[in-house]
């Protein structure tokens, strides 16, 4: 069964999330800041508002970083 849009988006914010903190312990940095260097170089509102494009550019940048 495929997801609704809602759904993709919860589950796109916990993948984030999960990226952001596998980040955060790797460099020590703050949650919010690796957040903030995202949305600087990806652009957008916060994860809580972003779409499913912005959530998917932001997880294929953090995986760059």
Do not use: D, F, W, Y
């Not at 609704?4 to 020590?28: C, E, K, P, Y």
């Amino acid at each position: 069964m495929a997801l609704s849009a809602a759904q993709r988006r919860v589950a796109l914010r916990r993948q984030l999330n999960a990226l952001v903190a596998a980040r955060h312990h790797r460099t020590g940095l703050p949650h919010g800041k690796i957040h903030a260097e995202l949305r600087r170089l990806c652009g957008g509102p916060p994860s809580a508002q972003a779409t499913i494009e912005q959530l998917e550019e932001r997880i294929a940048t953090v995986q760059t970083l």
